[in-house]
């Protein structure tokens, strides 16, 4: 697919600030069935709904109506967006308020961290994901503010990954991991197996924000985040083996053994933070 096709358009629409590819494309992790995620950076004051609707209803292969979802439909984190069909390919626009994404990422370097419900985000939205996102974002257009270009320089303005976004990070979800387990574990023991089965994931996904923070790594959301812990230096041993098994044990009702392996698996990652 020619992402020009998509691209030029949609730059010529007023208030869009910045394009760029995102998702498992822009991380060289793609595979044959992978859609195309594309960030569209907006100032809300200036964006030209009329025309971005008509220019996504062009861009689609079946030219349908109604597939802009308007900013805040979809929550207040993903904002907005349409999911298209070009040239047969699948293409999922994504809208981004390019003032609120900088007021973000200041925050996450600040250390100031938040996680919220947000639709298809199981374990939740945590506002790193808009640095992640910003960090890993391949840049496709930009109008002559760079706007995407110096959110790119916020990230690393003294070099590095924030040393204070990695110890909030930790502080926050390790806690999160430790009371997941604890009130999980009592449901396991009572036959509650769906509500423990929720702690635990609550829980490994809280590790695995620990575990991206302590390598200096930016996650983008839940999905693939555990199987991502294996390319990482800093980590538990066989992390994601021994996640599944626990899974495994607790659905076979072998309650006992699924929480020793967890309180391991906790220990270990809590022995990985003290040794900073």
């Excluded at 991380?27 to 030209?48: M, Q, V």
């Excluded at 069909?85 to 994504?94: C, F, K, R």
């Excluded at 083996?241 to 020793?260: F, M």
């Amino acid at each position: 697919m020619q992402l020009n096709n998509i691209v030029i358009p949609l730059s010529r629409i007023q208030g869009v600030k910045a394009i760029a590819l995102g998702g498992s494309q822009s991380r060289g992790t793609a595979d044959t069935k992978s859609d195309y995620d594309i960030g569209l950076y907006y100032d809300t004051d200036k964006l030209d709904i009329v025309a971005l609707a008509q220019c996504l209803k062009e861009l689609d292969d079946e030219h349908k109506d109604d597939l802009l979802s308007l900013p805040g439909q979809w929550g207040p984190w993903i904002n907005g967006g349409a999911w298209l069909t070009v040239q047969s390919t699948q293409v999922d626009i994504l809208l981004r308020d390019i003032k609120q994404v900088e007021k973000v990422v200041l925050d996450c370097i600040e250390g100031n961290i938040t996680i919220d419900y947000q639709a298809g985000h199981p374990f939740g939205f945590v506002n790193t994901i808009y640095a992640a996102e910003t960090n890993y974002c391949k840049l496709l257009w930009q109008d002559e503010t760079m706007a995407l270009n110096k959110l790119k320089d916020l990230l690393y303005s003294k070099g590095q990954y924030s040393p204070q976004m990695s110890e909030a990070v930790i502080k926050k979800f390790l806690w999160e991991a430790w009371f997941s387990i604890s009130c999980g574990r009592k449901a396991a023991f009572r036959g509650d197996i769906n509500y423990a089965l929720g702690s635990v994931f609550k829980a490994v996904c809280s590790w695995v924000e620990v575990v991206f923070a302590l390598n200096g790594c930016y996650l983008m959301n839940e999905k693939g985040a555990l199987k991502g812990v294996n390319n990482l230096i800093r980590k538990p041993i066989d992390m994601e083996i021994r996640v599944n098994a626990s899974y495994k044990l607790l659905a076979d009702g072998n309650t006992e053994k699924a929480y020793q392996i967890l309180e391991e698996l906790h220990n270990e990652i809590d022995t990985l933070v003290t040794k900073i």
